[in-house]
């Protein structure tokens, strides 16, 4: 069974840092890209970033660059998403998501169609 599964979230006054780690199980995560995404109450989901573990390219949205990092450990089969300078606008359930299609290369998207395995989410909570 394909599963990955999200931990790190908490409470966090602005201006500080978590780091999100998603453990992937049942598959090796050469060639699969992972995406990080997010849901705050009332809106609709959100890409954040997302890193293909074979060669380590990333990709992020506008919103998280330069303050959010993608990055992967394959030994430990797990991703992670280093934040920091948080925001209360950050505030939401963040999830992890893999690509519903093993790829050769990179193609960096946030769509979540192209994203088959989802993880149940940790909630982040920024306080201003």
């Known amino acids: 069974q394909w599963l990955v599964a999200e931990s790190g979230g908490g409470l966090v006054q602005s201006g500080g840092s978590l780091r999100l780690s998603c453990a992937a199980s049942g598959f090796m995560l050469d060639y699969y890209t992972i995406a990080w995404f997010r849901q705050a109450p009332g809106k609709e989901r959100e890409g954040v970033s997302c890193?293909?573990?074979?060669?380590?390219?990333?990709y992020y949205a506008d919103s998280v660059k330069g303050r959010f990092t993608v990055s992967t450990d394959n030994a430990k089969n797990t991703v992670y998403l280093q934040m920091n300078s948080l925001k209360p606008e950050d505030t939401a359930v963040y999830f992890c998501?893999?690509?519903?299609?093993?790829?050769?290369?990179?193609?960096?998207?946030?769509?979540?169609?192209?994203?088959?395995?989802w993880g149940q989410g940790t909630q982040v909570t920024v306080s201003s």
């Open positions: 890193i293909f573990s074979t060669d380590g390219s990333t």
């Open positions: 998501a893999r690509s519903n299609l093993a790829m050769l290369g990179f193609t960096p998207t946030l769509d979540p169609r192209e994203y088959k395995y």
